[in-house]
C-alpha cells in the first residue's frame, strides 16, 4: 500500500486550495488536496512541507491531522492521510497539476474529486459527520 499525504490548506480568507491532476498522471483530470508520497521515515507534517515547496513553491504550515482513507484504485492501494494547513507564504506555480482554485468548502461538490479525496471532501461539506 501507498502512502501518500494530503494538505488541506486554508488561505486568510478561509478558502482551501484544491487542485486538478494534469495530463499523464495517474486520475487525470481530477481534483486532489494537494501533497504526495510519503518517503521512508518521513513524518506527514514534514512530507507536506517538502511536497509543497515541490509542486507548488509554497510555504505552508500542518497543524492538526484530519483523517485517513484507505482507496484501492484497481492496480494500487493507497492509504491518504490528511492533514489541516495554514498558507504562509508564497507564489503557487504549478509542476505536477495543470489548475488550481481557492474554493470555499461548500463550493467543494462542484468538482471531479479523484475517489480517495472524496471522503475529505464529504467532510468538509457536513462538518457534523
Avoid: T
Amino acid at each position: 500500500m501507498i502512502e501518500v499525504a494530503a494538505a488541506i490548506i486554508h488561505n486568510a480568507e478561509g478558502q482551501i486550495l484544491i487542485a486538478r491532476r494534469r495530463e499523464g498522471k495517474s486520475q487525470a483530470g481530477l481534483w486532489e488536496f494537494p501533497g504526495g508520497k510519503l518517503e521512508d521515515g518521513e513524518e506527514v507534517p514534514d512530507c507536506l512541507r517538502r511536497e509543497l515547496m515541490e509542486e507548488m513553491s509554497i510555504v505552508i504550515h500542518p497543524y492538526a491531522a484530519f483523517g485517513v482513507n484507505e482507496h484501492d484504485y484497481g492496480g494500487f492501494k493507497i492509504r491518504l492521510i490528511a492533514w489541516k494547513a495554514e498558507l504562509l507564504e508564497g507564489q503557487i506555480r504549478l509542476s505536477d497539476h495543470d489548475a488550481f482554485r481557492w474554493v470555499a468548502a461548500n463550493e467543494l461538490d462542484a468538482f471531479a474529486f479523484a475517489p480517495a479525496d472524496l471522503p475529505f471532501v464529504h467532510r468538509l461539506l457536513d462538518p457534523l459527520q
